[in-house]
């Protein structure tokens, strides 16, 4: 069979050796992604929360309402923010093993050009 020049071969793989860390660094890029929408959605729904208590506080007539005001939105608050810190260090210790993959990825990349 007649094969044109600079095409390859069915079957023939390069001489090139697979990336072994590339499909890795997308996975952790994806989780990044995706944990930070999560906060993204967390972060909305506090401030919407805020916005609802402060706009309630203005009208109340004494200060010590307001702060029994500002206790309840607290306590609202609470599971939020422990889910947005919880988020965060997710975030972050994806982003660190992420960011060593792609120093390994590097030198990998530097051995085998």
Same mark, same amino acid.
């Given at each position: 069979? *007649? #094969? #044109?020049?600079?095409?390859?071969?069915? =079957?023939?793989?390069?001489?090139?050796?697979?990336?072994? *860390?590339? /499909?890795?660094?997308?996975?952790?890029?994806?989780?990044?992604? #995706?944990?930070?929408?999560?906060?993204?959605?967390?972060?909305?729904? +506090?401030?919407?929360?805020?916005?609802? *208590?402060?706009?309630?506080?203005?009208?109340?007539?004494?200060?010590?309402?307001?702060?029994? /005001?500002?206790?309840? /939105?607290?306590?609202?608050?609470?599971?939020?923010? +422990?889910?947005?810190?919880?988020? #965060? $260090?997710?975030? +972050?210790?994806?982003?660190?093993?992420?960011? =060593?993959? $792609? $120093?390994?990825? &590097?030198?990998?990349? &530097? $051995?085998?050009?």
């Amino acid at each position: 069979m *007649y #094969q #044109q020049p600079g095409r390859p071969t069915q =079957g023939r793989r390069s001489s090139k050796p697979q990336d072994p *860390y590339k /499909e890795q660094i997308k996975q952790l890029k994806l989780q990044i992604r #995706q944990l930070k929408l999560d906060l993204k959605q967390i972060n909305t729904k +506090m401030s919407s929360t805020r916005s609802i *208590y402060n706009e309630t506080r203005a009208w109340l007539p004494n200060r010590a309402l307001r702060h029994g /005001e500002k206790l309840v /939105e607290d306590a609202f608050l609470w599971k939020p923010q +422990m889910n947005k810190q919880q988020l #965060q $260090q997710q975030i +972050m210790q994806l982003e660190q093993q992420l960011l =060593g993959l $792609q $120093q390994q990825q &590097a030198q990998w990349q &530097a $051995q085998n050009s």
